[in-house]
């Protein structure tokens, strides 16, 4: 696991110690990224002799990215993120362009609300990403991480993401 994502996630987990605020984001994450998708797969590039989607290439690099600061969250990500542009190619090839842009923004719009709402109402404290950017690319991995967790499977992130995070926080970080 990089330092990057341990302070990261750390950093995620102290703005999200509600379990209700998380389980919004259990739905909230997934919709906004079939919403995200479904544009996207409208355009594909010719990679040889496959043609993929725009939102497709951009999943592959994310998940690279993803695997690069922890492997096994970033697998596991792998495969939670495959269902969901197969969706978003379903709803593109499947619809009218019209609708499935009305699907996209409905689901946009929907994933907000849920998070927003873990953040007013739940959590009482604005989301990660307001202070730090980088928080929308770890938002999925907290999710993924928490699963794990859940399940056993990770057991050494469980104090990360149950807020021990102050003393991650506080260490200095490494050039």
Do not use: C
């Amino acid at each position: 696991m990089s330092e990057f994502f341990r302070r990261r996630l750390a950093s995620y987990a102290e703005h999200h110690r509600d379990e209700r605020n998380s389980a919004t984001h259990y739905v909230g994450i997934p919709m906004i990224f079939l919403a995200v998708l479904i544009p996207l797969a409208f355009w594909s590039v010719s990679i040889g002799i496959f043609e993929i989607s725009i939102g497709s290439l951009l999943l592959t690099f994310a998940a690279i990215g993803w695997i690069f600061l922890d492997a096994g969250v970033g697998l596991a990500m792998l495969a939670m993120i495959v269902p969901l542009a197969a969706g978003a190619e379903w709803i593109a090839r499947s619809s009218s362009t019209a609708h499935a842009l009305w699907i996209a923004a409905g689901l946009f719009v929907a994933g907000w609300i849920f998070q927003l709402v873990g953040h007013s109402v739940f959590e009482k404290r604005k989301p990660a990403f307001f202070d730090d950017l980088a928080q929308l690319f770890i938002g999925p991995m907290f999710i993924v991480a928490k699963i794990l967790v859940l399940f056993g499977l990770r057991r050494d992130l469980a104090a990360l993401l149950n807020g021990a995070g102050e003393a991650m926080n506080a260490r200095p970080a490494r050039n």
